[in-house]
């Protein structure tokens, strides 16, 4: 300890040289702010592995439980449910995982580091979209384990390594883009516990109201309409057809064009909220 | 500590403005009128006169007010800070010193009121000033996950350095502040002190032009907290500016050039600590009698040669006295031994910022001691 205590004295000479003023590099374009952004959420997992337990134990769970539970009861065998739920049940976990981004967001805000970004002479989006792009890569790591997991139970994509590719990066894209929704209530809500609550209260029905388990023409026909307009619904029918090659350019085109939607709104929303936070 | 005040008493002596000037009041009426000059030639060197030339004016609010609900955390705040040197923000907790940091380290909007940060409004181009600013607050601004190499890194690439050039300037800042050996370690296992040095580091990848410092010594040993004065004077003799706010009336005595005492939001006093100093008085009087007994005869003693109240303290054989007039000290100690009361203290110091502070703080606003003798 005594060692270690004179070697944390600073030394004077080099304070000086430290503290000399230094050129100010030019400045960091968004991308570059971003992109490191994204790497200090990468670090942070690096750092605390265990915070990749949900995005590794939910889709496995989801996966194993759904397929066995309902597989004989609703398609006759395991297997041919499979290949209708599994885009299903990759969506609804990757959606769920969403609600991390607005906690680790609300637990960051109560942080001093936050007010430190937010003094910096960055694209000041670049915070959140930084945190975002290191949440595609759970978001990636979870549709890894879903499908890999879904080929040895016997998931046979007719549209090929692209089609489930397509389909994965279309899932990231509006991952991304419904994570907006999170990040602004994560500036509302006071604490993560409360914000966990009210996504569930959202997710729950956007994820068990759809498409993804069972053929909505079997609902009474209120409930339908409300499947028809949900966009849980239709990322499904999206993936669903990319991966078994039928999609078309309207049902991808859809999403896409929510996923813009949900960026036009909730960004800005995020953005004046981050401004304005006390 | 007596010996402490005596020191900075006779630095004061060799400064003829602190004590020629019958009240703080009219020096730091005469700092505002240089102030406003200074602002004049910068308005009239025109508009582009902050780019190549520094503004002479870190600081400069104008009624500046923050509420929280109900509560009026800043309450009217006029600060005109200099370039160059330090400025302390002295107050009780819940003053309102943070408030006003955060507000002009672009943190806040203010409700009311303006500040400019080098001539630069913190609202309509808070770009312009969080590229001169640097903030370290209360609480470590640093990432605790990050090890304290990571998040040096981190900063300098956010700063606009290369990869290498980043690793680089981390090296050199975790030498300096005496942290290499514990720059691979996550932050959440440093102590307190070198928590608080990462976190100054963090906040000088950069060299700022302004730097804001919350607290910076609040929880530190003694040892610590002469390390971080140390880096906080290496700033200043580079041409950093640094505003820090302090709870630690000694901390403001030893670094601070001038000094704004807030309290409830407002503005109480400013000055050198000198002004303030001597705007309770020229100094304080502590005398010691031998025989408790003799105390009370001695306080009217005093009393009537100085013409001041005389504070019992207690201590049953101590007593001590504002004086506004010096000339009467030897005829008061005269007095006394004529009196027959034998006296074993009798010593004449400046007032400590703690009684400064005290005098300040306890009046309301509106007839703090410092205008009122002013006005004399």
Not at chain 1, 108 to 115: K, L
């Amino acid at each position: 300890m005594s060692d270690e205590r004179t070697a944390a004295e600073p030394d004077a000479e080099a304070l000086r040289a430290a503290v000399s003023n230094q050129p100010r590099p030019p400045r960091a374009n968004a991308l570059s702010t971003s992109l490191t952004f994204g790497w200090r959420a990468l670090l942070k997992i690096k750092h605390v592995p265990e915070q990749l337990f949900d995005v590794t134990a939910f889709p496995i769970m989801f996966l194993l439980l759904f397929t066995y539970l309902f597989g004989g009861a609703l398609a006759g065998s395991t297997s041919a449910y499979l290949q209708e739920l599994l885009p299903g049940i990759l969506a609804m976990t990757v959606v769920f995982i969403t609600i991390y981004t607005g906690v680790t967001l609300n637990d960051d805000i109560d942080e001093g580091v936050f007010d430190r970004f937010r003094t910096l002479p960055v694209w000041q989006p670049s915070v959140v979209v930084g945190a975002l792009l290191g949440d595609a890569v759970r978001y990636t790591i979870a549709s890894t384990i879903v499908i890999v997991l879904g080929l040895l139970l016997g998931f046979r994509p007719e549209g090929g390594a692209v089609g489930v590719l397509a389909a994965v990066a279309l899932l990231l894209v509006f991952s991304f883009s419904l994570s907006w929704i999170w990040t602004a209530l994560g500036f509302v809500v006071r604490s993560p516990e409360s914000l966990m609550g009210v996504s569930m209260l959202l997710l729950f029905p956007l994820t068990f109201v759809s498409n993804v388990f069972v053929d909505p023409e079997t609902m009474p026909g209120w409930l339908e309409a409300f499947v028809a307009v949900n966009p849980v619904s239709h990322l499904v029918t999206a993936m669903r057809g990319l991966m078994h090659g039928t999609a078309t350019v309207g049902e991808v085109g859809i999403v896409l064009l929510m996923s813009a939607a949900l960026v036009a709104v909730f960004g800005p929303v995020t953005m004046y909220l981050f401004r304005t936070h006390q | 500590m007596t010996e402490r005040w005596s020191t900075s008493s006779a630095t004061d002596l060799a400064e003829p403005s602190s004590l020629e000037g019958p009240s703080s009041t009219e020096e730091s009426r005469t700092s505002v009128a240089s102030a406003d000059g200074t602002r004049d030639r910068l308005e009239s060197a025109g508009a582009d006169g902050n780019r190549d030339g520094k503004a002479t004016l870190a600081v400069e609010t104008e009624g500046l007010v923050k509420h929280f609900g109900e509560t009026k955390a800043v309450d009217g705040v006029d600060l005109t800070i200099p370039a160059g040197g330090i400025y302390g923000l002295l107050g009780p907790n819940g003053a309102g010193k943070t408030t006003v940091i955060r507000l002009l380290a672009t943190l806040l909007r203010p409700d009311a009121g303006t500040a400019r940060v080098f001539g630069h409004d913190v609202v309509t181009d808070a770009d312009a000033v969080r590229s001169r600013v640097s903030m370290t607050g209360q609480f470590a601004s640093v990432d605790e996950d990050l090890t304290g190499r990571e998040n040096l890194v981190l900063l300098a690439r956010l700063l606009g350095y290369s990869r290498a050039q980043a690793k680089a300037r981390a090296t050199e800042l975790l030498e300096a502040f005496g942290l290499t050996e514990a720059a691979p370690r996550q932050v959440k296992t440093y102590s307190g002190g070198m928590r608080r040095r990462l976190d100054i580091a963090a906040s000088i990848v950069v060299t700022p032009e302004l730097l804001f410092l919350d607290e910076p010594t609040t929880g530190l040993d003694p040892r610590n907290r002469t390390q971080v004065w140390e880096i906080i004077r290496a700033l200043v003799a580079n041409g950093t500016t640094v505003v820090l706010t302090t709870q630690y009336l000694e901390e403001a005595d030893q670094l601070a050039d001038r000094i704004a005492v807030i309290d409830a939001g407002q503005i109480i006093a400013e000055g050198t600590p000198g002004d303030l100093k001597a705007s309770i008085g020229s100094g304080i009087l502590n005398v010691r009698v031998h025989d408790p007994d003799q105390r009370e005869e001695a306080s009217r003693a005093l009393s009537r040669i100085l013409d001041v109240p005389v504070d019992l303290e207690a201590d049953p054989t101590a007593l001590s006295a504002h004086v506004t007039e010096t000339d009467r000290i030897a005829h008061a100690f005269v007095e006394l031994s004529q009196s027959g009361i034998e006296v074993t203290e009798f010593a004449l110091g400046q007032p400590s910022l703690d009684e400064v502070f005290l005098a300040l703080t306890d009046q309301p606003a509106d007839e703090n001691a410092v205008p009122e003798e002013g006005s004399r």
